[in-house]
């Protein structure tokens, strides 16, 4: 019987899907074993399980906060233009009638999809400077738009391609900060 050569291993954490249960990981000296896959290295291993521990985690919790929670959270983050934007409204008077309670976002998945993107860059170890510039930077994974343009422009249809552009920027910084 002859045996196939083994896969290649794959560098590129994010493309190895969601991680499997903790039930089913094995670590050992060539790194993470799990349905088959094998990470390169201990560091990659354990980069890839607190990246996705931190990115499970922020998007349930920013499903848990109250509305006014999360406009809170984006106006100290971002701005009161900003959030207005991605609000759908053209005056900064409608966020203080969400905070207030006067008045409900009729995009409120955007703002949440928002704050969930925040809170795992924010997990991912990015500070809220970073966080802050990513969402207002031009960005070659989003065809040169700034993640904060598109999500306020297509709140619905962008979400896969921000996310995934987040996750990478979440991933470069761990990488840099390895070095």
Same mark, same amino acid.
């Given at each position: 019987m002859v045996e196939s050569a083994?896969?290649?291993i794959s560098t590129d954490l994010w493309a190895l899907g969601p991680p499997p249960s903790r039930a089913t990981l094995k670590v @050992? !000296?060539? @790194? &993470? %074993?799990?349905d088959g896959i094998m990470n390169s290295t201990m560091n990659e291993t354990r980069n890839y399980k607190a990246n996705n521990t931190g990115w499970t985690t922020a998007f349930e919790a920013a499903y848990r &906060?109250? #509305?006014?929670? $999360? $406009?809170?959270?984006? $106006?100290? =983050? =971002?701005?009161?233009k900003a959030v207005a934007r991605l609000g759908g409204v053209r005056t900064t008077r409608a966020i203080y009638q969400w905070l207030s309670?006067?008045? !409900?976002? !009729?995009?409120r998945d955007a703002l949440r999809f928002a704050v969930q993107l925040s809170s795992a860059l924010r997990a991912s170890g990015e500070s809220n400077e970073a966080i802050r510039a990513w969402f207002s930077g031009v960005n070659p994974r989003l065809?040169?738009? %700034?993640?904060?343009? =598109? &999500? %306020?422009? !297509?709140?619905?249809?962008?979400?896969?391609? #921000?996310?995934t552009a987040a996750r990478a920027f979440a991933l470069g910084g761990a990488q840099n900060e390895r070095r």
């Open positions: 083994p896969a290649p @050992g !000296e060539e @790194g &993470l %074993a799990a &906060l109250p #509305i006014a929670a $999360v $406009v809170r959270e984006l $106006v100290d =983050l =971002l701005g009161s309670g006067e008045r !409900e976002p !009729e995009r065809r040169d738009e %700034a993640p904060l343009e =598109l &999500l %306020a422009r !297509e709140p619905h249809e962008s979400r896969q391609s #921000i996310t």
